[in-house]
């Protein structure tokens, strides 16, 4: 079964610290991970996939096969990264299945 | 092509009656889905379709719920004799799947469904 646990329902940190939102998950096969931003009063978008390997606002995400893990990271936390955090894995051809989320609250 | 667009964006309705929501996708997506989110949670899948096949339906999903996507371009979604425990917001995204695989979802504002 596919299953994606985000251990930490609220993360505050201040602004300028480091940020880690934990993301780890269950699945037998070669999964797609992606993370998903829901800033407030916006629509859910996507943030990051792992097959791109890319940095969006500053954001990146490894994935740990050995750890089952894909943990979303940034140096310097900005007070406009608050929103909510949705890790979510995709099987080969099947939907999303989404954690519960992470709200990060930046403060200021 | 503004996005997904969902309608109504909400719905009060009383116990007992039948609703019908509407997804309009992007329109070079072949895929569609539904999902549903309560609060505290993640969005919870429901189904999808690839163009106008349903292909998968999840245990969540009772028969009193039913979903369409005819000609393969906007999908309805209808809850019939519907109870206070459907009270959600829907959510509607779309994809293109590649031969390379799976772009991300774009999805809509939402569904927020009230059952009173």
């Known amino acids: 079964a596919q299953r994606v646990t985000q251990p930490e329902k609220l993360l505050s940190v201040f602004k300028g610290a480091p940020v880690e939102l934990k993301c780890n998950y269950s699945?037998?096969?070669?999964?797609?991970l992606f993370w998903y931003v829901q800033y407030s009063r916006q629509r859910l978008q996507l943030l990051l996939r792992?097959?791109s390997r890319e940095s969006i606002k500053g954001f990146t995400a490894d994935l740990n096969k050995g750890e089952t893990s894909f943990h979303l990271k940034k140096p310097f936390a900005q007070e406009e990264d608050s929103a909510m955090y949705y890790c979510?894995?995709?099987?080969?051809?099947?939907?999303?299945?989404f954690g519960k989320g992470t709200r990060l609250s930046v403060i200021a | 092509d503004t996005g997904v667009s969902q309608n109504p964006r909400h719905k009060i309705t009383k116990r007992g009656q039948n609703v019908t929501f509407r997804c309009d996708p992007i329109?070079?997506?072949?895929?569609l889905y539904w999902y549903r989110q309560t609060l505290g949670q993640g969005p919870e899948f429901l189904t999808y379709?690839?163009?106008?096949?349903?292909?998968?339906k999840s245990r969540l999903l009772s028969d009193r719920f039913s979903a369409e996507r005819p000609k393969g371009s906007f999908s309805t979604l209808e809850i019939q004799r519907t109870e206070q425990g459907d009270s959600a917001m829907y959510l509607c995204?779309?994809?293109?799947?590649?031969?390379?695989?799976?772009?991300?979802?774009?999805f809509g504002s939402g569904t927020r469904l009230t059952v009173v």
């Open positions: 995204a779309s994809s293109l799947v590649r031969s390379r695989g799976l772009d991300g979802y774009t």
């Open positions: 699945y037998s096969g070669s999964p797609e």
């Open positions: 329109s070079e997506h072949n895929r």
């Open positions: 979510a894995l995709s099987g080969r051809n099947t939907p999303l299945v």
């Open positions: 792992h097959i």
């Open positions: 379709f690839q163009n106008e096949a349903q292909l998968e």
